[in-house]
């Protein structure tokens, strides 16, 4: 039943709304409720009333929709949390390290062809589609590029040459794409899925696999451990690291896969000839972080390595290439690539 939510966003822009970022998520119960309003031609509005010691939350709908949320047996859920992507501003190729080439074998994993329509999602600032215009460009391709992401602070560090180059940047929800059905020839997601709760992650592939045209490509980039011992490590490791600078979205929302578990999402979304395609190294260092997200503050980067220290087990540290330099501790965690197709 969970897998069967929605997701809509919404004050995006500064309108007549506060311009808060919001997100609501409706259970299948929950859009019964939503489809009788829309069917009924009227309206409902939830409202949460704070006075300085209560809360206080109702619905103001006809008694007809309120009576129904009744028996329905409906829960209002409501989270105030910092939206750790609206304030964290870094340039991924500081930390990660990736190369060019490692982003060509993503480019390649798409098999463009002239006219294709391509979809990077997730996309942040554009670093892949950046890289895929490039590369289409070196092979002499014209392909109808899209790019959609959740967070309009990142879509905001788009490049404009990258812009003027793509046939739209679109806010939007991966668990809930706003396009219509088979639409795309390929579609991309770079260090993106863990992006979402582990429950949530089974509404990407679905979604994907929905506008993916028959035969169309899904290609994942992501950050996926071989063991439990070695993704629980860095888990707490990044978790940490999201902490020290307050980016508390991504404390809540962010789950790791592991290969095996990467390749069951695929199967369960239905892509068949899923192909493990290539493996990086994800070269996760704590000094690299210093400027980048904590600020530069020393403190929290000793605090950082201090935790580090604690939660990387002896038995793990020669299979994540452990260093230790004092200020410095790095480990390296697959960088995977992933493809799969949609059924012709």
């Not at 309108?15 to 808060?20: D, P, R, T």
């Not at 992650?201 to 045209?213: D, G, T």
């Not at 980048?292 to 503050?297: A, Q």
Request: a negative charge.
């Amino acid at each position: 039943m969970r897998q069967k939510r929605k997701f809509s966003s919404a004050n995006f822009t500064d309108g007549e709304s506060s311009g808060i970022p919001t997100l609501f998520s409706v259970s299948e119960q929950g859009q019964k409720l939503l489809d009788e309003v829309k069917r009924s031609g009227s309206r409902a509005r939830f409202v949460i009333d704070f006075d300085g010691n209560n809360l206080h939350a109702h619905l103001e709908a006809t008694p007809k929709i309120q009576q129904l949320a009744v028996d329905l047996k409906l829960q209002f859920r409501s989270e105030l949390i910092t939206d750790g992507y609206n304030i964290r501003v870094v340039d991924f190729s500081r930390i990660h390290g990736v190369e060019a080439a490692d982003l060509d074998k993503l480019a390649e994993a798409l098999e463009l062809k002239n006219g294709a329509s391509v979809l990077d999602l997730m996309c942040g600032y554009g670093e892949v589609s950046a890289h895929v215009l490039g590369y289409a460009k070196r092979s002499d391709i014209s392909i109808d590029l899209s790019m959609c992401d959740l967070h309009k602070t990142q879509l905001d560090r788009i490049p404009q040459n990258i812009k003027s180059q793509v046939s739209n940047v679109t806010i939007g929800d991966a668990r809930d794409l706003p396009y219509p059905d088979a639409q795309f020839d390929a579609i991309a997601i770079k260090m993106g899925i863990h992006e979402v709760p582990q429950i949530d992650q089974p509404l990407i592939f679905q979604q994907v696999f929905r506008v993916l045209k028959p035969g169309g490509r899904f290609v994942i980039w992501g950050v996926m451990s071989n063991s439990g011992p070695e993704q629980d490590a860095f888990t707490e490791q990044i978790q940490k690291k999201n902490e020290l600078p307050g980016y508390e979205s991504l404390i809540v929302d962010r789950y790791f896969t592991r290969g095996e578990q990467m390749l069951w999402l695929f199967k369960e979304a239905g892509f068949i000839n899923i192909e493990d395609i290539f493996q990086a190294h994800f070269h996760e260092s704590t000094l690299a972080r210093l400027d980048s997200e904590l600020g530069g503050d020393r403190h929290k980067l000793e605090e950082l390595n201090a935790f580090v220290r604690r939660c990387t087990p002896d038995s793990i540290r020669k299979e994540v290439d452990f260093k230790d330099e004092g200020d410095s501790i790095s480990m390296k965690i697959p960088n995977r690539i992933f493809r799969g197709f949609k059924p012709e």
